[in-house]
């Protein structure tokens, strides 16, 4: 098991040092056609819109035809999108591409959150989903340095080389990730249609719908923390481009240490639920401290606090999600995925237009608030549960 984790985990990180390569460059990228604001914000947001719709099909793609050809597909289609977006003679190109690498990558994380599932006990299932959610932060570090070392010598490099990683990726699943999927489904059944508003609703309706909207409501927040945080600490700290990405590599550092070390001791210690409710309040705590801040020490801190959390919560609800699925792996984490796309497309929606509104401080209230929310319904339907039970 462990050479096939290595490989799933080796995917997770390329895809996610891929993916990192190009974001910072987009709306500089974006500009050089004359794109205006508005449009940039649609561009980024297209791609999670497409995740949002694309997830849970892909999801129940792999149950049908099995875990290792469909991440391939999905690889090998982020590719193409990444050189398409290299090569694009216009505005309505990188739409395309965008739209295009929202799709293919929305089958990354589920499928392969889905293979462990498959290949671990549910016992270990934690400790597994953590490891593949810490080698996406050390992806998320390598990624944008490795960006702006790449952009010095051309803005379209990162993009080129981002396909050729993803190619590369893509291979590697094929020759040397062996198929988890011993028992595939015999029909494959789009449910959702689409357009999955309806899935949407009844998901937050089912017995997942807490854990749904904790996994929305923590996406919300790192895309807000994206728009708001650089735009906060400029104002109040005067942070440059480069401290900010050294607070988001920070970032991404402690998730890392946090999901391959303590997270695993901690649930053994706790248990899954209550370390995913510590972990909820302890991101909202972050979050609504970091307005607050009085220095820069205080607002690391805090920025920190906010990390630790959500890297304890995140990885232990998707594992709370694979061992109590009903339908296929594919399919549940499919759907979990797209509700963390749902949370991507309303964070910058939101930052839009709080921040004209309200003020930059009221996109962390807001945030806090949200997730404080989905623990205290996360809390409620876990005692309705142990109370069942008893």
């Given at each position: 098991m ?10 997770s ?9 190009v974001?910072?460059?987009l ?12 449009q940039?914000g649609?561009?980024?947001?297209s ?40 090569l ?6 990188l ?6 690498h929202g ?7 589920p ?9 671990t ?12 959610t810490a ?8 990624g ?7 952009s ?21 699943i094929?020759?040397w ?15 959702e ?10 998901g ?13 409501g ?24 480069v401290?900010?990405g050294?607070?988001?590599?920070f ?24 370390t ?22 205080f ?18 609800i ?17 759907m ?23 003020g ?13 929310i ?10 309705k ?6």
């Amino acid at each position: 098991m462990k050479s096939q984790l290595f490989f799933l985990y080796l995917a997770s990180f390329i895809t996610l040092a891929g993916f990192s390569m190009v974001f910072p460059l987009l709306p500089f990228y974006a500009q050089t056609f004359g794109a205006t604001n508005a449009q940039i914000g649609l561009l980024a947001a297209s791609f999670s819109i497409a995740q949002f719709i694309s997830a849970p099909i892909i999801g129940r793609l792999s149950d049908r035809f099995g875990r290792k050809p469909i991440l391939a597909i999905s690889l090998a289609g982020s590719a193409v999108s990444f050189l398409i977006f290299g090569l694009s003679p216009s505005l309505a190109w990188l739409f395309l591409a965008r739209t295009m690498h929202g799709i293919f990558s929305a089958g990354a994380f589920p499928i392969a959150a889905a293979y462990i599932g498959d290949v671990t006990s549910k016992e270990n299932r934690v400790k597994y989903m953590g490891r593949l959610t810490a080698t996406q932060s050390l992806g998320f570090i390598v990624g944008p340095a490795a960006s702006g070392l790449l952009s010095g010598v051309s803005i379209n490099l990162p993009f080129f080389a981002a396909s050729a990683v993803s190619l590369i990726n893509s291979l590697f699943i094929i020759f040397w990730l062996s198929e988890s999927l011993t028992k595939k489904t015999e029909k494959l059944a789009i449910k959702e249609g689409l357009i999955n508003l309806k899935a949407v609703v009844n998901g937050l309706r089912g017995e997942f719908g807490t854990l749904f909207f904790l996994l929305s409501g923590w996406a919300f927040a790192i895309s807000n923390m994206q728009v708001a945080f650089p735009l906060f600490a400029e104002e109040k700290f005067a942070f440059t481009g480069v401290q900010n990405g050294f607070v988001f590599a920070f970032m991404g550092t402690l998730g890392a240490i946090v999901q391959w070390v303590l997270l695993p001791k901690a649930v053994k210690i706790i248990g899954e639920h209550k370390t995913a409710a510590i972990g909820v309040f302890i991101m909202a705590a972050g979050q609504f401290l970091i307005p607050t801040a009085p220095s820069v020490i205080f607002l690391t801190a805090f920025i920190l606090t906010s990390s630790l959390g959500g890297s304890l919560f995140r990885p232990t609800i998707n594992a709370i999600l694979s061992k109590e699925a009903k339908e296929g792996q594919g399919a549940t984490m499919g759907m979990a995925f797209s509700f963390e796309s749902l949370g991507r497309v309303m964070g910058p929606l939101a930052a839009a237009i709080l921040l004209t509104t309200l003020g930059i401080q009221s996109q962390f209230v807001l945030t806090s608030s949200i997730l404080i929310i989905g623990v205290l319904l996360f809390l409620k339907a876990t005692t309705k549960v142990h109370k069942k039970l008893a």
